[in-house]
């Protein structure tokens, strides 16, 4: 997101190709920065494409696939989410300006590059025969630890922070809320993956107050994942006490009453913002219309999955499952991302765990232990659908 922003002040992007560079508007008359796509094909040399509502997107014989009102992107089997929509304005088709800086390099990633700090979106040399015959990126020796043979960087999020105190715990010690348990399960886990050998950074490091629309930004370039720790509470009512155990959320409709009771909960949190909310995260609708068949949604579930189930199996509190939920958090992330409630504050036990150093500890861990399976199984099926002797 603020990368995006710093783009809106400089009103442009610059594209750079062997032919020369080319100074690229921003537009922002529909809200959400976009870019005219014949700009676009004349300084990357690409063809587009507008059939009634479907535009496609043809670079270096990689298609793009858009709908016209949709905030996502098709290609090769897989589907992106956008932060805005394509759409046409005096017969110019306008394309959303995170196509350019996140996905082209993303899918592309060995012929563009984008720079942030430049504003500016690089072709690539083409690689040296000497480079071509390299070995592979994953046919590196296996990381000892882990098994894993490709670089991988995740993002953390300590939930609350600052004026923002989450739940206050029904038996924390006083003094410890929340948004204390949060930073140090969160300062755990990044420890934790990287003595594995992973990429790992925090959203917060200190008692300070971060939108939610800009958490979720923080997974984005060279982010795999974007995993969001919370603490879990029961209103008032005869199951307050006697409810505990862990649960993961990934992000979708709601479909019972306690998921949206938890949803709301973590997205109250906006009230403690000082800045207006973007559009991005006034409303998860915009996400969900097309969630379905994102492969975002997919790999969230897989990875909610593996977590739960090791975290679930070191938790005194039990198994709750894998929920889904419309969490402001995670909407804003351009990756697999999920939401980790913990434990329960509300729960003698439960509380106990989490404020202990061997709770925390083991949460870490147990949270540490489902990346690296996901991670794996990601790996395994890149090596199937990029077979040896290409990419």
Not at 7 to 22: C, K, N, S
Not at 54 to 68: E, I, P, R, S
Not at 71 to 78: L, M, N, Q, W
Not at 326 to 331: A, D, E, K, P, T
Request: aromatic share 6%; charged share 20%.
């Amino acid at each position: 997101m603020s990368a995006l922003l710093s783009l809106l002040l400089a009103w442009q992007v610059i594209i750079a190709t062997p032919r020369g560079e080319t100074a690229i508007p921003v537009a922002t008359e529909r809200g959400l920065p976009a870019v005219a796509a014949p700009l676009v094909a004349a300084a990357l040399d690409v063809t587009t494409a507008l059939d009634g509502s479907q535009a496609t997107v043809d670079l270096g014989g990689v298609v793009f696939v858009f709908q016209l009102g949709a905030p996502f992107v098709r290609v090769s089997g897989a589907v992106y989410s956008l932060l805005g929509s394509p759409y046409v304005a005096r017969d110019t088709l306008f394309l959303p300006l995170d196509w350019l800086t996140e996905s082209v390099p993303r899918v592309l990633a060995s012929r563009y590059r984008w720079d942030p700090a430049s504003s500016r979106l690089e072709q690539l040399a083409a690689p040296s025969l000497s480079a071509r015959a390299a070995p592979r990126e994953d046919a590196r020796p296996p990381n000892p630890l882990t098994g894993l043979r490709l670089p991988h960087a995740v993002v953390i999020d300590p939930g609350h922070g600052g004026a923002d105190p989450g739940n206050p715990g029904l038996y924390f010690p006083p003094g410890v809320v929340e948004k204390d348990i949060t930073l140090r399960i969160g300062k755990l886990l990044r420890a934790e993956l990287l003595r594995r050998g992973l990429g790992a950074r925090l959203t917060r490091t200190d008692d300070t107050l971060i939108d939610l629309a800009d958490r979720g930004a923080y997974c984005s370039g060279d982010c795999d994942l974007f995993v969001s720790i919370h603490v879990n509470a029961m209103p008032k009512g005869r199951q307050r006490e006697r409810t505990s155990g862990v649960e993961t959320y990934f992000l979708s409709d709601a479909k019972t009453e306690d998921q949206r009771r938890v949803a709301k909960m973590e997205n109250d949190a906006l009230r403690f913002e000082t800045r207006a909310t973007g559009a991005s995260t006034g409303d998860v609708g915009f996400i969900l219309r097309d969630l379905q068949t994102n492969e975002y949604l997919r790999e969230s579930a897989r990875l909610a999955a593996l977590v739960q189930e090791r975290v679930s199996a070191t938790h005194p509190g039990g198994d709750r499952g894998v929920q889904q939920a419309g969490f402001m958090v995670l909407n804003t992330a351009r990756r697999p991302a999920i939401l980790i409630e913990t434990g329960f504050a509300t729960n003698r036990a439960d509380a106990a765990f989490l404020d202990s150093a061997l709770g925390e500890h083991k949460i870490a861990s147990a949270v540490a232990d489902g990346i690296v399976a996901y991670l794996l199984a990601f790996e395994r099926k890149l090596a199937i659908t990029q077979p040896a002797g290409g990419k």
